[in-house]
């Protein structure tokens, strides 16, 4: 029986939400090199941006480190995150002789691929993506320094300088906003005419799925849109953003539910709950059991799209009767 003390709030789950392929493989990477190996497994940086899984590992004897210097020469497994390296990282490995598994997203890694074609044809690439983030630390290390420049905003392709004795050619971190990235290549387009794209949108299918049910729940009313995600999560971040620009009134962006106070809800008829690519769903039924302490919930999922991509492990790792790395 609802309990008639508690204000109605309907609560518009967006789908899809949550764990993305790619987070699912590299998460299995580290579970099954400590299931063949045992502890401790090494994984240079966070394996992927979220405290909750992080934690998760340790539990289970995976150590994080910052760099492999920090790693003994004890024939332990040492694994690359999903977010991608620069080249120097598995090369220092190789001469040490660790025993390296790479978690690099293949969506990620494609993207390091179509950087290197674009170099051996001679061009000049232009990143866009965030500075300091560690997939586009990863896809400049790719190549030598120089190499690429990077494109953060509009206002910055208005004014970024090309080598004038180069051809471009444009490449994009995979988790950014699909309309700030379009509104970028336009005025790269327009300045330079000639710049060479990819064979096929970078943005990764996830992200552009998880902001498209976004833009689906904030069309349906949603006066505010709860996230769950890291605040060092690009997908995350830009799924808040996206909220507010498709017509949300606001947007805050919450780790678990022990961190969501419910009374933000306050005074709202209709609110949206979505789970960035790197935030398991245990996170997202936390959110909804703390928002039922204060309100009786309706709960309805808006599916705008199905995912059924899978990637294989790496050689060493791989499971029977998983199929080779597909994406929609």
Known sequence: MPDETKPRLNVLLAGPRGFCAGVDRAI???EEALRRHGAP????????HNRFVVESLERQGAVFVEELDEIPDDGRPVVFSAHG??????????????????????LVSKVHREAERHFARGRHIMLIGHAGHPEVIGTMGQLPPGAVTLVEDSAHA?????????????????????????????????????IAGPAKEDICYATTNRQAAVKAIAAR?????????????????RLAEVAKRAGAARSVLVQRGAALDPAIADGCTTIGLTAGAS???????????????????????VVVAEEKVVFRLPPGLSQPGVQPDAAE
Request: proline share 7%.
């Open 28 to 30: 299995k990477i580290v």
């Open 41 to 48: 497994v090494y994984v240079r940086h966070e394996i992927v």
């Open 85 to 106: 390296v620069p080249k120097a990282v598995p090369e220092a490995a190789a001469k040490r002789n660790l025993f390296a598994l790479d978690a690099t997203c293949p």
């Open 158 to 194: 208005e004014t970024v300088e090309a080598p004038s004795d180069l051809p471009l050619a444009y490449t994009t971190q995979t988790t950014l906003s699909v309309d700030d990235t379009a509104d970028i290549v336009a005025i790269l387009q327009r300045r330079f005419p000639d």
């Open 221 to 237: 009313g949603a006066e505010l849109v709860i996230v769950v995600g890291a605040p060092n999560s690009s997908n995350s971040v």
């Open 279 to 301: 935030a398991p769903e245990v996170l997202v039924e936390e959110v909804l059991a703390k928002l039922a302490t204060r309100f009786t919930l309706a709960v309805e999922e």
